[in-house]
């Protein structure tokens, strides 16, 4: 099974950038779908963006789609997530999902293996 990292977390004002990181370890990470859910106070967890298993292709909710990246790098077998134009209401919990099903999942529920997550504050 796979096991997962994931950092690059912080606090950073409106308008910034940050990169997270899904480090991989266990199993090569393209053999998976990796996801970036993110969990804000109060609220339920939410998906944000997503990597396919072997197509690579890339998908991304609504308010971060623009605005964010998903990418993926065999070698350092890492899935990285950008974000920039960063606003206060994208503060969450961020954490990655992986999935060893071909297509793209959207409900934390269809994950199998999740990281421990990552804290992003944005100020106003």
């Known amino acids: 099974q796979v096991q997962l990292v994931e950092s690059g977390g912080g606090l950073v004002q409106a308008g910034g950038s940050l990169r997270l990181s899904c480090a991989a370890s266990?199993?090569?990470?393209?053999?998976?779908?990796i996801s970036w859910f993110r969990q804000a106070p109060g609220k339920e967890r939410e998906f944000a963006a997503a990597i396919a298993w072997f197509t690579a292709s890339t998908y991304y909710t609504g308010s971060v789609k623009g605005r964010s990246t998903i990418s993926r790098d065999n070698a350092k077998n890492t899935v990285y997530l950008q974000m920039n134009m960063l606003k206060p209401e994208d503060t969450a919990i961020y954490y990655c999902?992986?999935?060893?099903?071909?297509?793209?999942?959207?409900?934390?529920?269809?994950?199998?293996?999740w990281g421990q997550g990552t804290q992003v504050t944005v100020s106003s």
């Open positions: 999902a992986a999935v060893q099903r071909r297509g793209v999942r959207y409900r934390p529920d269809d994950y199998d293996y």
């Open positions: 266990g199993r090569t990470i393209s053999d998976y779908t």
